[in-house]
């Protein structure tokens, strides 16, 4: 059971990226999913996050800016990134929780951290 981040890359300050997050080995829209970033000299943030009943959640910081959805024909959740900012840069990884109405940043309840991809916004 694991998911697989892709789509990271450079881009310039106000660019747009799109990641993907596909599930191996379970039905990602069964479970509640989640974004978190992990940025140097800081902790790991969560920033958005999809229940299964497709209630949805933002850090304060991205909010207008990022949108998570669920493409159930792929088993992927995407991440849509728009006005990226320099202070977006990080390792950003896809995880999973138990099902839930809601969605919460704890990372003690989530699992399948893998490799994360690399999100860097510079000019």
């Known amino acids: 059971l694991k998911v697989v981040e892709s789509g990271g890359g450079l881009v310039q300050p106000g660019g747009s990226l799109r990641l993907s997050c596909t599930a191996s080995?379970?039905?990602?829209?069964?479970?509640?999913l989640a974004w978190f970033r992990q940025s140097p000299g800081k902790e790991r943030e969560g920033v958005t996050c999809?229940?299964?009943?497709?209630?949805?959640n933002y850090t304060d910081s991205v909010k207008g800016r990022f949108t998570i959805s669920r493409d159930i024909a792929k088993n992927t959740v995407i991440l849509q990134m728009n006005s990226l900012k320099p202070e977006d840069t990080g390792l950003y990884f896809c995880v999973r929780t138990i099902p839930s109405t809601t969605c919460h940043f704890d990372t003690r309840l989530y699992d399948g951290w893998g490799q994360g991809t690399q999100v860097t916004v510079s000019s």
């Open positions: 080995g379970f039905t990602a829209h069964y479970f509640t």
């Open positions: 999809i229940s299964t009943s497709g209630i949805t």
